[in-house]
């Protein structure tokens, strides 16, 4: 991150020294264009005074006295004839009424016009003027070749040019560390007491940051409610607080990045949505996360009230309400999302958890599935089986992958916005529910979770 805005500030400099030169030499151009006419009216009032003083009129090839290798002198008469031309013979010249300058001239007494003379083979400046006889006097002038001019001025200007993308560079260094060491510090202090009251100097981001450590607090205090717990418990808190700490700085990572690209003024106004929209989805999953998390601490609280374990469930009902809730999920991947099995199919246990096990079921599936596989759901007298065509699961990694934040494919899982905690509430559920899970998964052609529920009478009332 810090590179990156280190760069974008170089870059910025780079730019602005380059367009720095470039202005400055378009002003000098204008300048010496200037100068050019301002010295072309001068000659012209001079060499029209020889003109009437001399009688220049009758002898007009005195005029080649006035003339020298950059500066061009032509008489023309009323109707556009070369009475003199002191770079051509005037007999093979052209007629000139249809010049601008001459126009001009004939028209308002005077006039002048800059383009590619053929006779001079060079771009030249000219300037014409009505005489008193009726005749036209014009003189060009040859553009002086800019390279030439700006020799002098090169060196300075590469220097100028050097100047400024070191100071770029310095800059950059400078601002990058003090725009990041704020938000790195809250990064770096994120998961400890120190973080809590570390002071955000960005006001703008304030209610992320504070929703943050609120969401870091609960989290604590969450883990805090776990440290009662026997010693395996113990040491499951310690590995889930790392965990957790390192899934939470991911999301505000980058939230931080797109927020301080914000805040500086370094987005572009047309990527400032699409980095609200960045920060936007990071916050969800932190929410993701959270409720994960209290999902988990509520099932391993053994002081919290006892699930009702009574009910009687139809598990076909309850699947179909799964996959109406995952069915767009599965359409834009374009898989194949399917119930088959017994429709009358009962168990007795807690509709809410079992709800919420097979949907984490499915979702995991419909995840770690590619753009047109399958997803089926079947359902037995008292199983549901979940099985997919997706990538399916390594054998040194079936006997974790119901631990809390392990992922097989981390790439895939955060991509997809998984949380990392799906399959483990689906294991904790199955605990309370005195259910069984059995895991079949072949790398490459999909993976199949069985849960073994434990049947009941068919006399009962059945929700």
């Not at 001079?46 to 009688?55: K, P």
């Not at 007999?91 to 016009?113: L, P, Q, T, Y």
């Not at 883990?223 to 965990?243: G, V, Y």
């Not at 929410?287 to 076909?316: G, R, V």
Request: aromatic fraction near 8%; include cysteine; charged fraction near 25%.
């Amino acid at each position: 991150m810090k590179d990156r805005i280190r760069y974008s500030l170089i870059y910025m400099g780079v730019l602005a020294a380059l367009f720095a030169v470039y202005f400055t030499v378009r002003v000098f151009e204008g300048e010496m264009a200037e100068q050019l006419k301002s010295q072309l009216r001068e000659n012209l009032s001079l060499i029209e005074t020889a003109y009437i003083n001399e009688s220049l009129d009758t002898e007009p090839q005195k005029l080649a006295k006035f003339a020298n290798k950059d500066l061009r002198i032509t008489l023309i008469d009323s109707k556009g004839g070369i009475l003199y031309d002191s770079d051509a013979e005037a007999v093979k010249m052209e007629n000139h009424n249809n010049r601008e300058e001459v126009i001009d001239a004939f028209a308002k007494g005077s006039g002048e016009d800059l383009r590619y003379s053929s006779t001079l083979q060079a771009k030249a400046f000219y300037f014409a003027k009505r005489l008193d006889d009726g005749n036209v006097l014009r003189l060009g002038m040859r553009q002086a070749n800019l390279q030439q001019v700006y020799s002098k001025t090169i060196p300075y200007l590469v220097a100028l040019l050097a100047a400024i993308v070191v100071a770029a560079i310095l800059i950059a260094i400078g601002l990058s560390r003090v725009f990041i060491s704020p938000l790195q510090e809250l990064v770096d202090q994120l998961g400890t007491p120190e973080w809590q009251n570390i002071e955000n100097v960005y006001k703008e981001i304030d209610p992320l940051v504070n929703t943050i450590r609120k969401q870091d607090l609960e989290l604590q205090l969450t883990i805090e409610q776990l440290s009662n717990e026997k010693q395996k418990i113990s040491h499951l808190k310690d590995e889930f607080t790392a965990n957790a700490s390192h899934e939470l700085k991911t999301p505000l990572t980058s939230i931080s990045g797109y927020a301080e690209l914000i805040e500086n003024g370094m987005a572009k106004p047309e990527d400032v949505k699409v980095f609200a929209g960045k920060i936007h989805k990071e916050a969800q999953r932190l929410q993701s996360i959270a409720n994960d998390i209290i999902t988990l601490s509520k099932l391993n609280n053994c002081d919290a009230e006892p699930f009702d374990l009574n009910e009687k469930i139809n598990l076909w009902n309850l699947s179909h309400s799964c996959i109406e809730g995952l069915i767009l999920n599965a359409n834009k991947k374009s898989i194949q999302l399917t119930l088959n099995g017994d429709q009358n199919a009962e168990i007795q246990g807690n509709s809410k958890l079992l709800f919420e096990m097979i949907f984490n079921l499915v979702d995991n599936a419909i995840r770690y599935t590619e753009q047109g596989g399958k997803v089926v759901v079947l359902v037995e007298p008292s199983a549901i089986i979940v099985k997919d065509t997706g990538i399916g699961i390594p054998e040194e990694c079936k006997s974790r992958i119901f631990e809390r934040f392990y992922r097989v494919d981390k790439s895939r899982s955060k991509e997809t916005g998984g949380t990392g905690l799906g399959l483990a509430i689906v294991k904790h559920i199955a605990e309370v529910l005195h259910a069984t899970i059995h895991l079949n998964s072949t790398v490459g052609f999909g993976t199949e979770i069985r849960i073994g529920f434990t049947p009941f009478s068919k006399t009962d009332k059945v929700v």
